[in-house]
């Protein structure tokens, strides 16, 4: 009986530690498991700003640095109060004047041996203290950036504003009294051609053929690309002999004169000239006239009797007829 007893309380342990186990697996199941707690998502940050590096103006340099307004200091011509408010601006004393003639400004004649100095009227500005015509003098800035063009007042020290390169231009190449610096676009060719010259659009402003820079100008043929190969030039067989005479020696407009550049280097070519007498004699200088025009008559440098030995020509280029002998001659 006791044996019986321990088994049926032996069994009843068995199904007490069996339904335990069913329970503990049960309610294991139905407890939701624990998901892994994430870790803490970061922002992405932008990146700090980069500073816009400054402009890159070393090809405008190089190009200024090989022209005029670059270096212009000349003893004979220019380092005087009265032309350095143009050729250097930041140097010019605007409370210099003029003296009376003959020695109203200080300069050396081609006669002198020595500069002619008018003081106290003009005061020689040295090089050594020399600016000429620097960026600041043509363009206003915005701490390193040009934001445009502008003419620095060299009374006020201010900018000025200039609407177009031309006026700009004008600050400078302007007639003064004797001194002719002004620059006119003229002749047929560009300002009445009326679509007769259908190469391009016609110039405006100086710095459509001029690089504002170096003041380098463009050639003729720039623009007028076929200009040598149309039926004008190809059929004129004269023009084979005309190979060293520039373009405006025979366009231009304002009646300088031609001749072989007065520079033997420059290998005899033909160019617009312009002889002036001064106090130390004739001189000849090449001219570069800013007024083409369209036709071209050959009488311009083939007249009689010139002094260059050229045939005479009519103004078509033609031999000219000889004039009949008169009778009983």
Not at 18 to 35: D, M, N, Q, S
Not at 219 to 224: G, I, L, N, Q, V
Request: aromatic content about 6%.
């Amino acid at each position: 009986m006791k044996e019986e007893n321990h088994r049926l309380a032996a069994l009843r342990l068995i199904a007490i530690l069996g339904l335990a186990a069913v329970l503990v697996i049960g309610l294991g199941a139905c407890t939701p498991a624990e998901t892994p707690t994430p870790e803490p998502t970061q922002e992405p940050t932008e990146p700090p700003p980069t500073e816009e590096p400054p402009p890159d103006y070393s090809a405008q340099q190089a190009a200024w640095e090989s022209g005029p307004h670059y270096d212009n200091w000349d003893l004979g011509k220019g380092p005087n109060d009265m032309c350095s408010r143009c050729h250097s601006p930041q140097n010019w004393r605007t409370d210099s004047s003029p003296g009376p003639p003959p020695n109203c400004i200080s300069c050396k004649f081609d006669s002198d041996d020595e500069v002619r100095d008018a003081s106290p009227f003009n005061i020689f500005v040295s090089e050594e203290d020399w600016v000429g015509i620097p960026c600041e003098t043509c363009h206003s800035f915005d701490g390193e950036t040009i934001t445009g063009i502008a003419w620095l007042n060299p009374v006020t020290g201010a900018h000025e504003p200039a609407n177009t390169a031309n006026e700009l231009c004008a600050k400078c190449h302007v007639n003064i009294g004797a001194v002719s610096h002004a620059i006119t676009l003229g002749g047929d060719a560009h300002t009445n051609y009326a679509g007769q010259w259908p190469q391009g659009p016609r110039p405006q402003y100086c710095s459509d053929c001029h690089n504002p820079m170096s003041t380098v100008a463009m050639a003729c043929e720039d623009c007028h690309t076929t200009i040598l190969s149309d039926e004008t030039h190809v059929a004129n067989t004269r023009n084979a002999m005309h190979t060293n005479i520039t373009c405006m020696a025979c366009h231009d407009a304002e009646g300088y004169d031609v001749g072989p550049h007065p520079d033997e280097e420059m290998g005899g070519l033909w160019v617009t000239t312009l002889t002036t007498v001064g106090r130390g004699g004739p001189s000849t200088e090449v001219v570069i006239s800013h007024s083409p025009t369209g036709d071209v008559s050959c009488d311009r440098c083939h007249f009689a009797d010139n002094t260059n030995g050229l045939i005479v020509l009519t103004a078509d280029g033609e031999v000219p007829e000889p004039e009949p002998e008169a009778e009983g001659e």
